[in-house]
Nanobody, 122 residues
């Protein structure tokens, strides 16, 4: 069984930065994909970023502002969020697709964390 635990959310002013972390336990994902999604109140869950052995992909609304990375042990994935905007306010979820390569589709991810709240004040 896989457990994902997000941390690093909080309240930040527009233009500021936050770094989210997601620690995976249970096993490592050498050939899998780790990703981030977000969900704002009343909206569908939205793809943010994903990282696999082939590289990274980003959602259109965060490209150039957010960066996804992973530690060498491949058990923790990070999301560095810069130039935050009010519209980035959401619950951010970590997800793993294993096995499987990069995808933006929510349904392709097998495991999900509980989420961490990010609030950006304007």
């Amino acid at each position: 069984q896989v457990q994902l635990a997000e941390s690093g959310g909080g309240l930040v002013q527009a233009g500021g930065s936050l770094r989210l972390s997601c620690a995976a336990s249970g096993r490592t994902f050498t050939r899998g994909t780790m990703g981030w999604f977000r969900q704002a109140p009343g909206k569908e869950r939205e793809f943010v970023a994903a990282l696999s052995w082939r590289g990274a992909i980003y959602g259109d609304s965060v490209t150039g502002r957010f960066t996804i990375s992973r530690d060498n042990a491949k058990t923790t994935v990070y999301l560095q969020m810069n130039s935050l905007k009010a519209e980035d306010t959401a619950v951010y979820y970590c997800a793993v697709r294993d096995p499987g390569d990069l995808t933006r589709r929510t349904v392709n991810y097998n495991y999900w964390g509980q989420g961490t709240q990010v609030t950006v004040s304007s």
